[in-house]
């Protein structure tokens, strides 16, 4: 079994090897990985320490690499330690998401009729409202932190992966094996957990892939406007809210924190795309 598990990772990394895009993707995401684990140590400077007779400087001046906010804080430090932000909202949000989302579709994919037809019907309901907007309310509600933006992420991304494993179900419904099962008596939660579980996880790991970078976004979004990660804390989306005023005199306050989140997003982005085209059946031809 080890033997089979280390032959596919080896097919699988000769594969990412082949795709430049794959390789830029992974290679993206292991640097935010290790900037987040590490990025205390990292850093050049305390990202807490206000010095403000060092306040705007611009970058490359008196060793800040990408120079200094209106408080005197290192602006390469913040992106380095806020980019543990990033990942925890995007892999937690993911998660939380693709939970909810995968035992809602699962339960209207199987059992059909009024269960599908009530489900998918608070599925439309909810996509009927902007991301974002859906997003700030539930937020609002919740209060500001980073737990409770994981949950307003979750609660308002839970209905994409719905709607995709529903589709999934219903589709391993018909197949052979799935029929014969219920005709030999086999109970459904058995048929769940043993037969339509194990072939709807390459769906997940794929679809949350690609959700991960629009979480990413949104969370700098939603702290961009006040919601999300409150300061002094260093995030992505608060640094573009406290440069946004110097937008013309301070450009790097704004620049590269939106350049983080550009990379980051890329990053995720073309991975996702990869293991998609690698481990969806369909485009592989199988």
């Known amino acids: 079994m080890n033997v089979k598990k280390k032959s596919k990772l080896k097919v699988m990394f000769r594969k990412l090897t082949r795709s430049w895009t794959g390789t830029l993707g992974f290679c993206l995401i292991i640097l935010l990985i290790v900037l987040s684990l590490f990025g205390e140590w990292i850093a050049p400077f305390d990202p807490m320490d206000a010095q403000l007779r060092d306040k705007l400087l611009p970058p490359m001046t ?4 990408l120079g200094t906010d209106q408080l005197g804080r290192d602006i390469f430090s913040r992106i380095i330690v806020g980019a543990r932000v990033s990942v925890i909202i995007g892999l937690a949000t993911a998660l939380l998401a693709g939970l909810i989302g995968t035992v809602i579709g699962v339960i209207a994919g199987y059992y059909r009729g009024w269960v599908d037809a009530v489900l998918m019907r608070i599925v439309d309901v909810q996509l009927s409202f902007p991301f ?44 052979e094996f799935i029929t014969a099962a219920i005709a030999t008596g086999v109970p459904k939660f058995e048929i769940l957990v043993r037969h339509i ?26 702290s961009f406007l006040g919601f999300g990660v409150q300061p002094p804390a260093p995030a992505w989306g608060n640094m573009l809210n406290e440069g946004k005023d110097y937008i013309f005199s301070s ?9 983080a989140i550009i990379l980051t997003t890329l ?20």
């Open 62 to 65: 008196e060793g800040h690499l």
């Open 132 to 175: 974002i907007l859906l997003v700030l309310v539930i937020n609002a509600v919740l209060g500001a932190g980073l737990r409770n933006i994981v949950i307003s992420l979750a609660l308002a991304g839970w209905v994409i992966f719905a709607r995709v494993i529903r589709s999934e179900v219903l589709a391993l419904r018909e197949k």
């Open 251 to 259: 450009w790097w306050l704004i620049t590269f924190p939106g350049i």
């Open 267 to 286: 990053g995720v982005n073309l991975f996702g795309d990869w293991l998609r085209d690698t481990l969806d059946p369909e485009l592989k031809g199988e």
């Open 197 to 222: 579980l194990p072939n709807i996880f390459t769906p997940i790991i794929i679809l949350a892939s690609l959700q991960i970078g629009t979480y990413i976004i949104a969370e700098a979004s939603v």
